[in-house]
């Protein structure tokens, strides 16, 4: 493939995988709530550490999976119970809300830097370069976190679909996601509908902060530094389609892993310092000629 290698098409595979995992819960959010969540960022820090903490204990990492996404679940019901429910109680503007969620990943931010030097000195670990590939498992030569990522957004988009369409609870959700003033008009109780999206949304985030460090090597800034791509991951697809977000995770992952390898290898290794414009790029290109993601134009061609 335009003299590309398998480690190349594996790690474009795996970083779409993780990507798409990221994006899925701002999506999710911005359908329900429609407050672009700045603290998704400490949510994906938070399930970089709960995996790397259980393997300071002798735990594999990859229990970091369920950790990570029981403990960001309640991070993210932490933030919508202390800042945003309130809030939105007070009737508070979007942009409102969206500064609440900016305050709380600061602070977030500085407790993950607390915990980090905690690790560090409790077990001399170097907690500012976590990096746990060398406990993977591998098959075929194949490294697992490909297979745990691609599976882990299987089930997560597999999940939701189940639980949006074939349950009562998801068919309220839904309602909430529609019309949320209808929605609470016929009974629906659209605060713990909130909760629940924000515990979803927070937990995917966390399982995809649990694999990082099995790909790449990761600190307390990690979240910091994936916010633009996490948000052009949910721009690209589409923040009105829960679903969109694979869509985006999966162009931005391949241009920015295998595009960016064979554009190195064409043209010079100097064109790679230049990945993190892709985002950026791709995010405003978006916004001008497909504000509503490439799932809409999916979705347009069908009906027609």
Known sequence: MFGIGLPTIVG?????ALLSLMGIGITLLYRTTKVPNFAHASFVTTGVYASFTLSLLGFHP???ILAGFILTGLEALLLFYSILEPLRRRKSSVFILMIGTLAFDILFYGILNIYADYLQTVFKAS??????????FSIMGIPGIMFMSLGMLVISVLGLYLLLNRTTVGIALKACMENTALAQTIGVNVSLMLMLSWFIAGGIAGISGA???MYIETS???GVLLVAEMFC???LGGLEQV?????GGFLMGFAEVVLTSWLASEVGPWIISYTPLLPLGAMALTLIFIPKG???????????
């Open 12 to 16: 474009g595979l795996t970083w779409s």
């Open 62 to 64: 990859y229990w970091g």
């Open 127 to 136: 907690a500012r370069a976590v990096y746990l590939a060398p406990k993977d």
């Open 211 to 213: 694999l990082l460090p």
């Open 220 to 222: 307390p800034d990690i």
């Open 233 to 235: 991951v949910s721009i």
């Open 243 to 247: 679903y969109g977000a694979p869509l």
């Open 294 to 304: 490439l799932a809409t134009i999916k979705i347009r061609r069908r009906e027609g």
